[in-house]
């Protein structure tokens, strides 16, 4: 009998459980042995290996996290355990991986093929939605919607205070996340690695929005462009001979990243998860499975390294449209 492997690798996002359901009840449909592996590639190496039947994952489609765990393996850079790693699932008889991760997973997958013709299918996951050649990645919905909540939030305070707020977001060196929570959230300022404008652009559109009578500021910067601290500093300075009620700043952090995943996140990947299961049935082998243009579709997995994927410069502008 078949025996595929299931992994999650990376930083944790919302739907992963989602995905891993998915993978494991197409697995059993189309009669495969599914094998889990805990704690990502670091499992891999100490054979930490689970069989998952379709009852093992059953309540979880509604579960933020990874119930396989998952980590960040600093030893899968390097040769000898990647080669114990393959040893130990050709031990276990297993034959092909998939691998629920980002950019950084796919590429030490990509390895697993390349060193040791190890079959491998990849599913994109990542809060980021930087993995080039997908349109979306799993967990980035959910978390737009936590950083949305939370500028919500703090808005209340902005208005009462009159404040000029800073908002930093995740999205390590992309804007994904900032854009969207920017445009869902009215920010009137969003600050994004890919786009970038001076300072005092930004320091004259909040005082511009003052003279049309708006009293409180939102300021969206995504991690990749600076901290929260350091612009809520220069723009404290900067507005210091105005009236303002001061600037303050918000890092949201990994409440981002966790949370009962959204209604897409969970289609996504059980979209994701019982594809991926049909194209390696189908003979498909070191591909990803992608969303482009509204179609979940494969490509090779080469495909997502060493290009950078940035936002629609459209989104970018209509936000800047709509801050008038
Ligand atoms: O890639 C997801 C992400 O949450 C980024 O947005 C963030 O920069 C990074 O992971 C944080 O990584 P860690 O979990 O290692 O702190």
């Avoid at 889990?36 to 930490?48: D, P, T």
């Avoid at 799993?138 to 707020?165: L, Q, W, Y």
Wanted: glycine share 10%.
């Amino acid at each position: 009998m078949t025996k595929i492997a299931v992994l999650t690798s990376g930083g944790d996002a919302p739907g992963l459980n989602a995905c891993i359901r998915a993978v494991v009840r197409a697995g059993h449909y189309y009669n495969l042995q599914v094998i889990g592996i805990k704690r990502g590639f670091k499992g891999l190496i100490e054979k930490e290996f689970v069989s998952l039947k379709p009852r093992d994952v059953s309540m979880i489609i509604n579960r933020g996290g990874t119930f396989l765990l998952s980590a960040r393996e600093e030893r899968f850079h390097h040769y000898e355990y990647r080669k114990v790693a393959v040893e130990n699932l050709r031990k276990e008889g297993i034959d092909a991986l998939f691998v629920i991760g980002g950019n950084g997973s796919f590429q030490g997958a990509n390895l697993l093929v390349k060193e040791f013709d190890f079959p491998v299918i990849g599913i994109p996951k990542t809060i980021d939605n930087d993995t080039y050649g997908t349109d979306y990645t799993i967990g980035f919905d959910t978390a737009v919607n936590n950083a949305v909540d939370a500028i919500d939030k703090i808005r209340d305070t902005s208005v009462s205070h009159e404040r000029v707020f800073v908002v930093e977001v995740m999205g390590r060196k992309s804007g994904f996340i900032a854009l969207a929570a920017g445009i869902a959230s009215g920010a009137d300022v969003t600050l994004i690695p890919e786009y970038p404008f001076p300072m005092h652009v930004i320091v004259d559109s909040i005082l511009q929005a003052r003279k049309r009578g708006k009293r409180f500021s939102i300021v969206v910067v995504a991690e990749g462009v600076a901290s929260g601290k350091e612009i809520a500093e220069i723009l404290s300075e900067k507005l210091k001979p105005y009236d303002f009620g001061g600037v303050r700043y918000s890092v949201l952090g990994y409440i981002q990243r966790g949370g009962t995943p959204t209604v897409y996140d969970r289609i996504i990947a059980s979209r994701f998860g019982v594809f991926a299961v049909e194209e390696y049935i189908n003979g498909k082998k070191n591909i990803m499975v992608a969303l482009e243009n509204g179609k979940v579709v494969s490509k090779p997995l080469e495909v997502s390294f060493g290009k950078v994927k940035k936002p629609d410069l459209s989104d970018f502008e209509l936000n800047n449209i709509l801050t008038l």
